[in-house]
């Protein structure tokens, strides 16, 4: 082990060194001070160059994770210059308690593996989590710290494997060395101490090198997610005891008949308001919305009520749409969603809103406006988020998402959809190449042909509320 720089060492003619902290993952973090401004720094030793670092200490600028001000080169040696903050690290934490309970643990687990969610759903892999680089500041939180191995990376397993080990210190109070057997090469733990089954499984699967989570979502995933019909019952059962407990408090403190003054009489109904009022108030034109209540066989009020779906402002231009708005509207584009991305995830609205309508050739004066508007509104808001292997969540009013996730020729991929039947439908597809369309069952298996960035979209066929869960494998 390389012998740390002593007190006093000057580190780029600027930083004075108080002490070496301890040795990382590239070599010795010192604590030092900024002879010119006299703030603290810490000074973390990395192998790599310093304009390696430029880009991704910009990509890192995320809640909890530490501040750094750039990179320095002393005698060959680079170092990455980062906050310092009142805190302590989990090996002096470890030091001070000995072990944690289990309790302790899930809490340390859900921070940290949001820390990692928010740097792989970047790309980033830091590489270096251990006891030392993960540091609880004065207030409970915890701050992720050491970048000096992290780098733009596809595998983010590394980081699990580390925070897995870290995790089995603080139950158990070993040492590594107590842990590993060096034999059978297999951490062995589960008989100094006892965890609930899940927490076991999970933090089995992120010590494993062949079947570890891809990414720090997948892991919060299997740790954290509650069954979906336990929720929904624990949901029923406390809305309704709510609404028992509301009546009997209104009982109770109304034992006696309410005394109404004679004189006074409120209607505490609010008026309904009226076909003409609604409107003038959603700004669509009169002559439109009849126009489509003749076209789909339905009343204008039950379309105008269909139309609110929309925002304001794409209501706004319907009427007068035409397809060059809409050529215009896809250039000016701010997100990188693709073109058929955002026509699926229109056509997929369209639908839930007039499902009649399906597979029809649209009257570029009537239904073609309100696909218009549909688009507008996609174009807007809809953004594109990176899928890792297991993504949940609840779509409403026709609205669908698109997640994008890099394939390689070869992989197989294994499609698992959990959802309420026919409630929601799937596609995949690249700029080359399509994987599913409209893809509605819950299961499926298929080969990537061709190497590249693929697109999912996954929209709900209805207006209601649709939880959904979709795992995805690549192998």
Same mark, same amino acid.
């Given at each position: 082990m390389r012998t740390p720089l002593p007190p006093d060492s000057v580190i780029a003619d600027r930083y004075a060194v108080l002490r070496a902290l301890y040795f990382g993952t590239a070599g010795w973090v010192y604590f030092a001070i900024d002879q010119t401004t006299k703030k603290p720094y810490v000074l973390e030793a990395t192998l790599a160059e310093s304009n390696e670092f430029q880009e991704l200490l910009a990509s890192i600028k995320v809640r909890h994770i530490a501040k750094y001000e750039g990179a320095i080169e002393h005698s060959g040696q680079?170092?990455? *210059?980062? %906050?310092?903050?009142?805190? @302590? &690290?989990?090996?002096?934490?470890?030091? /001070?308690?000995?072990? =944690?309970? %289990?309790?302790? *643990?899930?809490?340390?687990?859900? /921070?940290?593996?949001s820390i990692l969610r928010s740097l792989h759903r970047r790309e980033i892999a830091h590489q270096s989590v251990s006891l030392? &680089?993960?540091?609880?500041? !004065?207030? +409970?939180?915890?701050?992720?710290? !050491?970048?000096?191995?992290?780098?733009?990376?596809?595998? =983010?397993d590394i980081d699990l494997y580390n925070l897995a080990v870290m995790t089995l210190a603080l139950l158990t109070g070993c040492t590594?060395?107590?842990?590993?057997? /060096? +034999?059978?090469?297999?951490? !062995?733990?589960? #008989?100094?101490?006892? *965890?609930?089954? @899940?927490?076991?499984?999970?933090? $089995?699967?992120?010590? &494993?090198?062949?079947?570890?989570?891809?990414?720090?979502?997948?892991?919060?995933?299997?740790?954290?997610?509650? #069954?979906?019909?336990?929720?929904?019952?624990?949901?029923?059962?406390?809305?309704?005891? &709510?609404?028992?407990?509301?009546?009997?408090?209104?009982?109770?403190?109304?034992?006696?008949?309410?005394?109404?003054?004679?004189s006074i009489s409120v209607d505490a109904a609010a008026p309904r308001e009226t076909y003409p009022q609604r409107l003038n108030r959603l700004k669509v034109p009169q002559q439109l919305v009849s126009l489509l209540a003749e076209e789909a066989s339905q009343s204008a009020e039950s379309v105008l009520k269909l139309l609110e779906r929309l925002s304001q402002e794409a209501r706004r231009g319907m009427g007068t749409y035409k397809r060059v708005n809409y050529d215009s509207w896809l250039n000016q584009r701010n997100s990188n969603l693709s073109r058929r991305a955002i026509e699926t995830l229109t056509d997929a609205q369209f639908v839930a809103l007039f499902p009649d309508h399906k597979g029809k050739i649209l009257n570029p004066r009537t239904f073609g406006q309100v696909w218009y508007a549909i688009a507008f509104d996609q174009i807007k808001q809809a953004k594109p988020e990176t899928f890792s292997s297991s993504i949940s969540g609840t779509l409403t009013n026709g609205v669908g998402k698109v997640y994008r996730s890099r394939f390689k020729q070869g992989q197989t991929v294994q499609l698992s959809l959990?959802?309420?039947?026919?409630?929601?439908?799937?596609?995949? =597809?690249?700029?080359?190449?399509?994987?599913?369309? $409209?893809? /509605?069952?819950?299961?499926?298996? +298929?080969?990537?042909?061709?190497? +590249?960035?693929y697109e999912i979209v996954i929209a709900p066929t209805t207006l209601t509320e649709v939880n959904y869960e979709l795992e995805l494998e690549a192998q």
């Open positions: 680079v170092y990455l *210059v980062r %906050e310092h903050f009142a805190g @302590r &690290s989990y090996a002096e934490l470890l030091e /001070q308690k000995k072990r =944690f309970s %289990e309790a302790e *643990v899930m809490q340390f687990l859900k /921070q940290v593996l030392n &680089s993960i540091v609880q500041r !004065e207030d +409970g939180t915890v701050t992720l710290t !050491e970048f000096t191995q992290a780098s733009f990376s596809e595998r =983010f590594l060395e107590e842990l590993y057997n /060096q +034999g059978t090469q297999r951490w !062995e733990w589960h #008989d100094r101490v006892t *965890v609930n089954p @899940r927490l076991a499984r999970v933090l $089995d699967r992120m010590l &494993s090198h062949h079947q570890n989570y891809p990414t720090a979502t997948a892991a919060m995933q299997a740790l954290f997610a509650r #069954d979906l019909t336990s929720v929904i019952f624990t949901f029923t059962l406390t809305g309704l005891a &709510s609404l028992f407990a509301l009546r009997l408090v209104n009982t109770l403190s109304n034992p006696q008949p309410a005394i109404v003054a004679p959990n959802a309420p039947a026919n409630q929601i439908a799937l596609w995949i =597809f690249s700029s080359e190449a399509t994987l599913l369309k $409209d893809f /509605q069952q819950a299961n499926w298996t +298929g080969k990537i042909q061709q190497t +590249g960035f």
